[in-house]
């Protein structure tokens, strides 16, 4: 019979575009668990999640590529919030809600430079709630 553990990490993010890291979190949720997979979820219609490489100016980087893809003055259907924020409902068709990590003798098995993180461009919403699930295997 398979496990799952779960719970939920909560998150400042704070009122500007920001790719916030989830690895320390994410590893000991993970410690002394065995083999398996782990699951980071953000059930938020407004952000996502990814396996990036943080420093050396890529999270600035990424932010400003965001920017650029989905600008904040662009004619936005999506009217709530403050202007721009259509952008922010789209941002998970381009940085997924989801990202599946192995872990192998509990320990995540990420790259030399890899990082689980949250990328939030929504200013309006400050506080998330990231759901860690480890599927034991």
Do not use: I
């Amino acid at each position: 019979m398979l496990r799952v553990k779960s719970t939920v990490v909560r998150v400042e993010s704070g009122t500007a575009p920001a790719v916030v890291d989830l690895t320390a979190e994410a590893a000991a949720f993970v410690a002394g668990e065995g083999d398996g997979l782990l699951n980071v979820w953000v059930p938020h219609a407004t952000a996502g999640v990814a396996v990036f490489e943080l420093g050396a100016g890529s999270d600035a980087d990424l932010l400003a590529l965001l920017d650029d893809l989905l600008p904040r003055d662009y004619g936005w259907r999506h009217r709530h919030g403050t202007p721009g924020h259509g952008r922010d409902h789209v941002l998970p068709a381009f940085v997924a809600p989801s990202v599946v990590v192995p872990v192998l003798g509990g320990r995540l098995a990420l790259g030399t430079w890899q990082s689980v993180v949250l990328v939030d461009t929504n200013g309006d919403n400050p506080h998330r709630e990231v759901r860690l699930s480890f599927l034991a295997g």
